[in-house]
């Protein structure tokens, strides 16, 4: 059971918006800031957003991310067939001392 | 280019152990602190240490408490697993990763390619 909670699957049409959501609680997301992560098939995970909504050098403005109390979401806007992939949620947890994921989300492209 | 690449991965008999590596290049090691994730087979990103620059400040998933041991040398510019007791839990890919801590920004920002470690008799 991870302990941020993340939808396991999502999907969307070449075009369209797709939004993954990530529930977290005071102890993480409520108090610290989210960073999202990309993981291509067989790939290492790829920092993606960090601090609820800023982008790396070298990520498309298409990703973006926001953060809402112990929640947070990313959204991919202009939906590509190399989009698909899995998307993590993470931050660090005060109570645990360490960092916390959620359990991923696919994300298929239709 | 930051590069991260780990090391020593394999096949152990549970209750065995098993010491991974991890070789870093193209930023200053000594002033970042750094991770090791791991990710069981079709399963997600698990954290399980964390280790700061100076060493001072250690940190451990209670999954791997007082089994593993994490460990840096700043003057190889190396990051070390030490992994005993294991279980056939443990098998996953490890990854080691960086560790960036600024005001109001915390984030693990670059990725080694990982290794993997079985653990089965």
């Known amino acids: 059971q991870s302990v941020l909670t993340q939808p396991p699957s999502a999907s969307g049409t070449p075009g369209q918006r797709v939004t993954i959501s990530c529930s977290g609680s005071?102890?993480?997301?409520?108090?610290?800031?989210v960073n999202w992560y990309q993981q291509l098939p067989g790939t290492a995970p790829k920092l993606l957003i960090y601090r609820n909504d800023q982008r790396p050098s070298g990520v498309p403005d298409r990703f973006s991310g926001s953060k809402s109390g112990t929640s947070a979401s990313l959204a991919i806007s202009g939906l590509q067939s190399e989009d698909e992939a899995d998307y993590y949620c993470a931050g660090w947890d005060d109570s645990l001392n360490g960092w916390v994921f959620g359990g991923g989300t696919k994300l298929t492209v239709l | 280019e930051v590069q991260l690449v780990e090391s020593g991965g394999g096949l152990v008999q549970p209750g065995g152990s098993l010491r991974l590596s991890c070789a870093a290049s193209?930023?200053?090691?000594?002033?970042?602190?750094m991770n090791w994730v791991r990710q069981a087979p079709g399963k997600g990103l698990e954290w399980i240490s964390y280790i700061s620059s100076s060493r001072s400040t250690i940190n451990y998933a209670d999954s791997v408490k007082g089994r593993f041991t994490i460990s840096r040398d700043n003057a190889k510019n190396s990051l070390y697993l030490q992994m005993n007791s294991l279980r056939a839990e443990d098998t996953a890919v490890y990854y080691c990763a960086r560790d960036v801590r600024e005001t109001s920004s915390w984030r693990v920002d670059y990725w080694g390619q990982g290794t993997l470690v079985t653990v089965s008799s």
């Open positions: 193209g930023f200053t090691f000594s002033t970042f602190g």
């Open positions: 005071s102890s993480n997301i409520g108090t610290n800031t």
